[in-house]
């Protein structure tokens, strides 16, 4: 089965810092779709930010963009000017290269933003 | 687009009762996915369809839980009976084979 790390429970940024969340995955496939979502603590999973692996040129969706090293099989995300609204849980999901429509999401790393 | 619609966002119910949960997905949407998130095991995918069928099912914790999508625009999770480890927020999302889109969960507490 397809596996996804995110080797960073917990992260804090002080506020208009920039912090980059880290994930790592498994896959075989050579063209499929990556994802970040973000959990506030209201519980709605929104979607960031999304990388198609064929694509050369990293994501950017203001604030936040993505380190997409396909070889390394790795997808950071990185907030820029960080705002007290992005603390959140964060969460890498590729898609499941053997499930189409399927994704894959990681343990989530746990955002805290310091006014 | 409203959006992924769940119902009820809060549920408690009692150990040994049947429990449903409803899910109206995005209108055109063809895949039909349910979550369960706990603290303790994160974001697990129970089942999910395409087209109105299960296409993988396998995430479904044991013969209590089922699930149904009896048409494009409607799913339903049951659990019969209900026990307390089941108590956790219940996803659906929806998606056109890209990027899911979530409802707002439901929270289910089992006592």
């Given at each position: 089965?397809?596996?996804v ?21 498994d ?24 990388q ?36 959140a ?27 | ?20 949960l ?24 129970l089942?999910?369809?395409?087209n ?15 699930a149904?999508?009896p ?41």
């Amino acid at each position: 089965a397809q596996t996804v790390t995110q080797s960073q429970p917990e992260m804090s940024v002080q506020e208009a810092e920039t912090v980059t969340l880290s994930c790592t995955y498994d896959t075989s496939e050579s063209d499929y779709y990556l994802f970040w979502y973000k959990q506030p603590p209201s519980r709605q999973m929104i979607l960031v930010i999304r990388q198609e692996a064929y694509k050369q040129q990293n994501a950017t969706e203001n604030r936040f963009s993505v380190n997409f090293q396909k070889a390394a099989k790795s997808f950071s995300l990185k907030i820029s000017d960080s705002q007290l609204g992005d603390a959140a849980m964060y969460f890498c999901a590729p898609e499941d290269g053997g499930s189409q429509g399927n994704l894959i999401f990681g343990k989530g790393t746990k955002l805290s933003v310091k006014p | 687009d409203a959006g992924v619609i769940q119902s009820p966002r809060h549920e408690v119910t009692e150990m040994g009762q049947e429990v449903t949960l409803r899910c109206k997905p995005i209108s055109g949407h063809d895949y039909l996915f349910w979550y369960r998130q706990t603290m303790m095991r994160g974001l697990e995918l129970l089942i999910y369809f395409n087209n109105n069928v299960p296409i993988d099912d396998s995430g479904m914790p044991e013969d209590r839980f089922s699930a149904k999508m009896p048409n494009a625009s409607f799913s339903t999770l049951k659990i019969q009976p209900s026990e307390p480890r089941d108590s956790a927020v219940y996803f659906c999302a929806s998606s056109l084979g890209i990027e899911q889109f979530f409802g707002p969960g439901t929270r289910l507490t089992v006592l």
